[in-house]
């Protein structure tokens, strides 16, 4: 008898884990899509705002890619910069927004201030794709982004950890 109520209790904590991890699965793609849209739309405003055309705005959630196309102005600085400052401060924004009535409803507009700092952090840290660019035509050292992408990476975890209750990952 003790042991068919264990086995239905690790039964129960399994299906439940499974249910969290799809969950879990379920809502990358969709954060992920509003990271890309915000990120090349930062870099399409940026290039409107300098009078230039944008003839293609592409973001494609299952491919992981997008680009604002033509860049105007591939030797400005805050071309390149305008897309990670959109997506930060735009999900910082929903982030503030949505924090007092957060549930599993606005999980993903939640959830994405924090996995935008992860994935900003990382390529930050990395010193890859727009980041690279601005060493390039700057000169800064890439410790700057490095420690930026750190603390990002940092308080992006710190974010996924905290909102676990909501996903039901919580450790009881």
Same mark, same amino acid.
């Given at each position: 008898?003790n042991a068919? &109520?264990g086995?239905?209790? @690790?039964?129960?904590?399994?299906?439940? !884990?499974?249910?969290?991890?799809?969950?879990?699965f $379920?809502? @990358?793609?969709? %954060?992920?899509f509003?990271?890309?849209?915000?990120?090349?739309?930062?870099?399409?405003?940026?290039?409107l705002?300098?009078?230039?055309?944008v003839? !293609?705005?592409? %973001?494609? +959630?299952?491919? !992981?890619?997008g680009?604002?196309?033509?860049? #105007?102005?591939?030797e400005?600085v805050w071309f390149?910069?305008a897309? @990670?400052? !959109?997506? $930060?401060?735009?999900?910082?924004?929903?982030?503030?927004?949505c924090?007092r009535?957060?549930? %599993?409803s606005l999980l +993903? $507009?939640?959830?994405?201030?924090?996995? @935008?700092?992860? %994935?900003?952090?990382?390529?930050?840290?990395?010193?890859m794709?727009?980041?690279?660019?601005?060493?390039?035509?700057t000169?800064?050292? +890439?410790?700057?982004?490095q420690?930026?992408g750190?603390?990002?990476?940092?308080?992006?975890?710190f974010?996924?950890v905290?909102? #676990?209750r909501?996903?039901?990952?919580a +450790? &009881?």
């Open positions: 008898m068919q &109520r086995g239905q209790k @690790a039964f129960r904590a399994y299906s439940s !884990m499974l249910r969290s991890t799809f969950l879990l $379920l809502l @990358a793609f969709p %954060v992920y509003m990271f890309l849209v915000f990120h090349e739309g930062g870099h399409a405003l940026h290039t705002a300098m009078g230039g055309p003839s !293609m705005f592409y %973001v494609h +959630p299952f491919s !992981m890619a680009y604002a196309l033509p860049p #105007f102005d591939w400005n390149h910069a897309g @990670a400052a !959109m997506v $930060l401060l735009v999900s910082l924004l929903i982030f503030i927004l924090w009535h957060r549930s %599993v +993903p $507009l939640v959830l994405f201030f924090p996995w @935008a700092a992860i %994935v900003q952090g990382f390529v930050m840290l990395m010193v794709d727009d980041f690279n660019n601005i060493v390039q035509l000169g800064l050292s +890439p410790i700057v982004f420690v930026t750190l603390i990002l990476v940092v308080a992006g975890i974010g996924c905290y909102l #676990f909501l996903r039901g990952l +450790p &009881r």
